[in-house]
């Protein structure tokens, strides 16, 4: 058995379930750090004094996650302020959450989960999670946090239909089959499979929560099962929604931020119901976080999303009226951000992004055209086309020589990286490229020196793109130069995303350029699923993808053998729970990638800009910058961000 626990306290462990041998017996962990005498929020002072809230020592539960900050090189803060950020659109409140990162287990910045809303968890062989409430946890709205809402969301939502018409989510079930849920006391529930299912943890400690619990208190109101149907149909009616299930979904949001009324564990709450220009997010009464000085996390009192056009983030930044934003600022604003940083009183930090590939272009394995889905399948044609690319120039060009070239792949600094991963087909090599083209029988040419197909059609590759990725289209302009030179012709198509997917799933488009791998940092114990033909959004083989999805009732069965060792590979990681085989299944699938070339890499390592007031404590100067595993910044937990002098803090709360 394995134990992730968290004796009332932030544990330091260094090894934990996904590294701990089978044999490890669930134990007290030493270092423990004991709960201390706590100090009132300056913020929640006079609601204490009314009357309106309990004192802080009877809102933390009874085993809070205590965290030592100078164990991780951190100052313990001082309690108040508001931060000031910006949002295109209200929709993006949803990254809020992400970057909040308030999860039943997390990672910590190395990457190894830990305990956070949850007291500890227990693992056996990956097939038996039993999972510990902290004993007097409670919502947001002071209503105890208990199995009950874990019990609710499981048999009251995820096992009814109307609610959740495809069922459970995919990670709940293993081949297939469901887990067996068991209510063990008030504070402890059990997920019980038959075989392993090491998808479980890292998907609750994944950037999109996946809540498999809910406020069962705030949320039988709106279930049939619970509340009179026909008052429940009026108030559809009243929302213009269809049915009970529609008005239940509607305010079951606990991610998006589009409901000021549902209770939550994280460090923030919004207050603000939409539309609206600006929204508020306030601390948490009921966090379950505290420092070892007593002070109750989050340390900033309020979070303020101001609505602003994507194109003008960079330009607000550099005017000062920002306190802090990374999202929606990219590489190509970092010049401008510089300039402002002495006048407005701000740094920019610079930030890698772990993406496999800041662009990548993928081959459509699974394109309706038979010229073109034959062409794309030879992986020789695959090798030609991504050593026909001039990396460094590209690296010059476009990321200030500082980002890495070669494939898409895992970057080094990764527990599964490997130099060739890298490296192989990788380099410019024009003259292999050639070789290969004229190897596979492309050696007929038009008058210009553009190849032809064997139908006779011009080797004209049309790559369509999001048209609002304006990275992707610049990489694009310089490779359609490169491959002019092997006989290779490349025309861009920008589209909107949507349109864009929506051709992909059709058979549609030749080619894609998108973003690499998302996860470029993985371990072990993470799931790779992202390197096999399962997700019909991967567009090297969306077909094959939607026909794992849909279980066979649309796309196509994959039939390449290449690809099939792929999904081979990955039931095996599957069906494990040995994590040295984890890790020789993932090295495969990586071997399989680079040589295969499925998805054709350019540049990794981009430079992600963040804004950071001057004043503002507590957050990394370097760090790597990715929605999956880092969940964009909230592994590196930014509610232990505080205002060193209250006089720096600047943002307009007014």
Request: hydrophobic letters at 40%; proline letters at 7%.
């Amino acid at each position: 058995m394995r134990c992730l626990a968290s004796i009332g306290a932030a544990v330091t462990v260094t090894a934990l379930a996904f590294v701990l041998p089978l044999a490890a017996i669930c134990a007290p962990f030493d270092g423990a750090v004991a709960a201390p005498a706590y100090v009132e929020t300056p913020y929640f002072e006079e609601a204490v004094k009314k009357g309106e809230l309990p004192p802080v020592a009877e809102r933390v539960p009874a085993e809070p996650l205590v965290v030592d900050m100078a164990a991780h090189g951190r100052r313990t803060g001082k309690p108040g302020g508001d931060i000031l950020t910006l949002a295109g659109k209200a929709r993006d409140l949803r990254y809020l959450s992400s970057m909040a990162y308030s999860r039943l287990v997390g990672y910590d910045a190395n990457l190894d989960l830990k305990p956070d809303i949850l007291a500890s968890v227990d693992d056996v062989d990956d097939r038996i999670f039993t999972l510990h409430i902290r004993k007097g946890h409670k919502w947001s709205d002071g209503q105890p946090f208990t199995a009950e809402d874990f019990r609710y969301w499981w048999d009251d939502v995820a096992l009814n239909k109307e609610l959740s018409p495809a069922g459970p989510p995919m990670f709940m079930l293993v081949e297939g089959q469901r887990p067996v849920f068991t209510v063990i006391n008030d504070h402890t529930v059990r997920y019980e499979w038959q075989k392993p299912n090491p998808r479980f943890l890292p998907m609750l400690a994944g950037p999109r929560d996946p809540l498999i619990y809910r406020p069962a208190h705030y949320m039988k109101q709106f279930h049939s099962k619970y509340s009179d149907p026909e008052a429940l149909a009026q108030a559809a009616a009243r929302a213009k929604l269809k049915s009970w299930a529609a008005l239940h979904n509607r305010m079951d949001d606990m991610f998006d931020g589009s409901n000021p009324d549902i209770p939550t564990l994280g460090p923030w709450k919004v207050i603000t119901a939409g539309p609206a220009n600006r929204f508020i997010f306030q601390r948490n009464p009921y966090y379950h976080r505290v420092d070892t000085a007593g002070h109750q996390l989050p340390y900033i009192d309020r979070i303020i999303v101001d609505m602003s056009s994507p194109g003008l983030f960079a330009a607000k930044a550099n005017a000062g009226e920002v306190d802090f934003l990374a999202r929606g600022l990219t590489t190509a604003d970092i010049p401008v951000l510089k300039q402002g940083e002495k006048a407005h009183g701000y740094r920019t930090l610079l930030w890698p992004i772990a993406r496999g590939s800041q662009v990548a272009l993928y081959p459509n394995l699974t394109v309706n055209d038979p010229v073109w889905r034959k062409l794309n399948r030879d992986v020789r044609f695959r090798r030609a086309l991504s050593l026909g690319i001039d990396r460094r120039t590209i690296n010059n060009a476009l990321f200030f020589g500082l980002g890495t070239e070669g494939n898409d792949t895992v970057r080094e600094g990764s527990r599964l990286f490997e130099p060739e991963y890298r490296t192989e087909y990788g380099t410019y090599d024009p003259d292999r490229a050639n070789a290969l083209l004229d190897e596979i029988g492309l050696t007929e040419r038009r008058g210009d020196g553009t190849r032809l197909l064997p139908d006779g059609r011009p080797l004209e590759i049309v790559v369509e793109v999001d048209g609002d990725t304006g990275m992707a289209v610049d990489t694009l302009q310089l490779i359609s130069e490169f491959w002019r030179e092997i006989g290779v012709r490349l025309f861009i198509k920008p589209q909107d995303i949507n349109v864009l997917r929506n051709r992909a799933y059709a058979g549609l488009p030749v080619m894609v350029a998108n973003y690499g791998l998302d996860n470029a940092i993985p371990t072990p114990g993470m799931s790779p699923a992202e390197l096999a033909p399962v997700f019909q959004d991967n567009y090297a083989w969306p077909k094959w993808g939607q026909y794992i999805e849909t279980k066979g009732k649309n796309g196509e069965a994959c039939d390449l053998e290449a690809a099939r060792q792929l999904l081979d590979l990955y039931n095996q990681w599957l069906s494990t729970a040995d994590r040295k085989r984890q890790a020789e299944i993932w090295h495969e699938m990586l071997a399989n990638r680079t040589d295969q070339q499925w998805s054709i890499g350019t540049v990794a390592d981009a430079l992600q800009p963040i804004v950071l007031r001057a004043g503002l404590t507590n957050f990394p100067d370097k760090a790597l910058y990715s929605w999956e595993p880092t969940s964009l910044v909230g592994v590196y937990r930014i509610d232990e961000i505080f205002w060193d002098k209250p006089e720096r803090r600047v943002a307009e709360a007014q």
